[in-house]
C-alpha cells in the first residue's frame, strides 16, 4: 500500500519525479488560510495549545499559506470578508466541554471567494489529555476536503523510547508532534521500539533486563508475547510491509549480524555475515533486498545485499561515517557525521539517496540531525535535531522542500519509530 | 569439722593427765576469707546458626571488592581495538578474574560509547569493545564460560557532561560479577 501510494504520487507529480531532486515551490502558490477561534468555555491554556496545533498541522501539510494570528470570533457571527481579502479559506472553530463533561470541536471550513462552507463536523475525544488527535483529525479532514495530497501521517502515532537514568528506558506512544505521550513500558533497560504493522495496535521493543529478548505489545491489549532472544544485542530494525518477516540485528555469537525472523515458520536466516558490525537492516525493493549499515571500508557507510545472494553492493560513496539509515521504497534516508572531532561537537547531516540514481540531496544543514524515519507516505520524514543541550522534532516535506522543527522536552530519545 | 576434732584432741590429751609434760599446742590457723564469685552467665553459650543470607551477603560483599578492584578499559573515538595504553588494565583484570577467590563468579563484560553516534550501530560498537576485551581476557587464560557479554551502548554514561573529558571516560568497558 505504501508503495502503492508511492508509485501514484511519483506519477501525478511530474515535478518530483525523482526526490533527490531538489524542488522548491513559491509559497505565493499556496492558498492562504485564516483561523478563526471561537472558543469561551474551555480553559486559556488549552485552548492557546490547540491553536498552536492546528497552525503548526496546516504548515507541516505544506499545503498552505498560514496566517498565524490567532483571529477571534463568536461561532455564528457573520464573516467579516473585508478583513480577510488576502486570504482564501477560513477555518473557524469552536471547543467546548458537552454535557458528558468531554471535550468536543466544531468546525466551518468556508471559501471566502465564493462564500461558500466547504465543511461543517463536529468532533468529540472522550479523555481530554488527547486533544492534539482533535487538532489532527481535523487538519486532515480540511486538507482532504480541498483535493490535497494525503496527509494522514498527521494522524499517525509515533513510538519512542527515552532514557530515564542509566540502564533504564521507557517506552512511549504519542502523537507525531510528541505532545500527548502515554507511557507503555515502565521499569528496566526497554529500547528500540518498532510499529509491527501499518495499523499502529501493536509494536516490537529489546527488553534488556538479562539476556536482551524482543517482545512484541499490544498497545490495547495489554498484552506482550515474547518473540526470540539472543546474547549481546537484539533490535528490530525493520518489519516487512505484510508484518510476516522483521530485519533483526543479533549477536548469537556475540557478531553484530543481520538476520531475517519469520513470525509464521519462526524461521531465522543469517542475511550477513562479516566478522565487523553490520546493523540496522532495511527491506527495500519489495522486501527482495535490504539496505544496512556496515564497517566493513574501516568506518561505517550503506550498503545494501539482495537477501539470499552473497554480493554486497555498496550504496553511498559520500562521507566517511554513515551510521544510521531508514528506507521508503527504493529511497534511503541516512545519517552523516560531517565532522571527525573526538573530543568536540560533531555535525550531523541527514541525506537523502535513491537505488535508482547516483544523487544524493542534503535535507538539513548543522546541529545533530538524528533518527530520520519515513512516514507512511514516504515522502515525509521525522527525525530529532539536537542543538545544545535543547532538541527538537524536526518533520521535512520532501516533495516541497520544506523543514519544521518543533522543540521537544521529553529528556534524551534512544530510538523511535512513526 | 577441723575444729571439732582438733578440740576432741586436745581435751583427751588434758584429760589423760601428763601434767608435767609440755603439750604442744599447735594454735588454730587462721582460716582465709573464702572469695564469694558470682557465674554471670545470661548471654553466653548462643549458637549460631549461619543461615544462607549471610552467606550470600558475604558473597556479594566479596563480588563488590572484587568489582572495586578491577580496572575498567577505554577505547579510542569510534574504535573498538584495544589501545596499547589499556594492554596493562587488561593484564590486570584477568589476574584479578584468575585469582582463587574470583574464580567462582561469572563476570559480565559491558560495553559503553559515548554520547556520539546513532542508536543500532552505538550498540553493535559496545557490544564489540565488550567482544575484544572478552577475547583478551580469554588469551590471558580466563575461562570463557565465566564471560557474558553485553552492550548498553549510550544507556549508561559515568559523565554526563558535555566535555572532551567526559565523553572519554564514557568509551569504556567494564565489569559486573554474577554470582
Keep these: ?418 | 569439722m577441723r575444729k571439732i576434732l582438733l578440740s576432741v584432741a586436745t581435751a583427751a590429751l588434758v584429760f589423760t593427765g601428763c601434767a608435767k609434760k609440755t603439750v604442744e599446742v599447735q594454735a588454730p590457723t587462721q582460716q582465709q576469707p573464702t572469695q564469694q564469685t558470682t557465674q554471670v552467665n545470661e548471654g553466653s553459650g548462643m549458637q549460631t546458626i549461619n543461615q544462607g543470607m549471610n552467606e550470600q551477603e558475604l558473597k556479594m560483599q566479596k563480588m563488590k571488592e572484587i568489582e572495586a578492584k578491577s580496572k575498567k578499559i577505554y577505547f579510542d573515538f569510534d574504535k573498538y581495538n584495544i589501545r596499547p595504553d589499556q594492554v596493562p588494565n587488561v593484564d590486570w583484570d584477568a589476574q584479578l578474574f584468575n585469582a582463587q577467590d574470583a574464580k567462582e563468579f561469572k563476570v559480565k563484560v559491558e560495553g559503553n560509547c559515548d554520547e556520539w553516534g546513532t542508536d543500532e550501530y552505538n550498540y553493535a560498537l559496545g557490544l564489540k569493545r565488550a567482544k575484544s576485551v572478552k577475547d583478551a581476557l580469554v588469551a590471558r587464560g580466563v575461562d570463557p564460560q565465566r564471560l557474558i557479554i553485553i552492550s548498553y551502548g549510550k544507556s549508561n554514561p559515568v559523565c554526563t557532561e558535555h566535555t572532551k573529558a567526559c565523553w572519554a571516560k564514557n568509551r569504556r568497558v567494564e565489569f559486573e560479577l554474577l554470582p
Design chain 1, 1 to 418: 500500500m505504501r508503495k502503492l501510494i508511492l508509485f501514484f504520487s511519483l506519477v501525478i507529480s511530474l515535478f518530483a519525479l525523482d526526490l533527490t531532486l531538489e524542488i522548491v515551490k513559491d509559497v505565493g502558490d499556496q492558498p492562504k488560510i485564516v483561523l478563526e477561534d471561537a472558543t469561551s468555555s474551555v480553559e486559556s491554556r488549552l485552548d492557546a495549545k490547540f491553536f498552536k496545533l492546528l497552525v503548526g498541522d496546516l504548515e507541516v501539510t505544506a499545503h498552505f499559506n498560514v496566517d498565524t494570528t490567532r483571529h477571534v470570533a463568536p461561532f455564528d457571527a457573520p464573516v467579516n470578508y473585508a478583513a480577510y481579502k488576502e486570504a482564501n479559506f477560513l477555518l473557524r472553530y469552536m471547543l467546548y466541554y458537552d454535557d458528558k463533561g468531554e471535550l468536543d470541536a466544531k468546525i466551518t471550513l468556508l471559501d471566502l471567494k465564493s462564500g461558500k462552507p466547504l465543511l461543517t463536523k463536529a468532533y468529540a475525544i472522550s479523555d481530554k489529555a488527547r486533544y492534539p488527535f482533535l487538532a489532527h483529525a481535523i487538519i486532515t479532514d480540511a486538507n482532504n476536503i480541498l483535493g490535497f495530497p494525503d496527509v494522514s501521517f498527521l494522524k499517525r502515532y509515533v513510538v519512542f523510547s527515552k532514557y530515564t537514568r542509566p540502564k533504564h528506558a521507557d517506552i512511549v506512544v504519542s502523537d507525531y508532534t510528541l505532545t500527548y505521550q502515554k507511557t507503555i513500558i515502565t521499569g528496566g533497560l526497554n529500547l528500540f521500539p518498532k510499529w509491527a504493522d501499518a495499523k499502529q495496535t501493536s509494536f516490537y521493543y529489546t527488553d534488556m533486563s538479562g539476556t536482551p529478548t524482543l517482545y512484541r505489545v499490544d498497545i490495547y491489549k495489554g498484552t506482550r508475547t515474547k518473540i526470540i532472544s539472543s546474547p549481546g544485542m537484539l533490535v528490530c530494525s525493520d518489519v516487512s510491509r505484510d508484518g510476516t518477516k522483521l530485519l533483526l540485528t543479533m549477536a548469537p555469537n556475540m557478531q553484530p549480524d543481520i538476520y531475517q525472523y519469520d513470525l509464521r515458520t519462526g524461521k531465522l536466516t543469517r542475511i550477513t555475515s562479516y566478522p565487523g558490525i553490520d546493523v540496522n537492516g532495511n527491506f527495500v525493493q519489495n522486501d527482495r533486498a535490504i539496505v544496512f549499515v556496515s564497517d566493513r571500508l574501516g568506518y561505517p557507510t550503506i550498503f545494501s545485499k539482495r537477501i539470499g545472494s552473497r554480493a554486497v553492493q555498496r550504496v553511498i560513496y559520500h562521507g566517511t561515517n554513515n551510521s544510521a539509515c531508514s528506507a521508503y521504497g527504493d529511497y534511503v534516508v541516512y545519517v552523516s557525521r560531517e565532522t571527525n572531532n573526538a573530543f568536540g561537537r560533531n555535525t550531523f547531516n541527514l541525506y537523502l539517496a535513491s537505488l535508482q540514481s547516483d544523487y544524493i540531496r542534503r535535507l538539513t544543514a548543522n546541529g545533530v540531525n538524528i533518527f530520520p524515519r519515513f512516514g507512511i507516505d514516504g515522502e515525509t520524514i521525522m527525525y530529532i535535531k539536537e542543538f545544545g543541550r535543547q532538541s527538537g522534532l524536526g518533520i521535512i516535506r520532501l516533495r516541497y522542500n520544506k523543514a519544521y522543527i518543533y522543540p521537544l522536552h521529553v529528556g534524551k530519545i534512544q530510538s523511535l519509530d512513526w
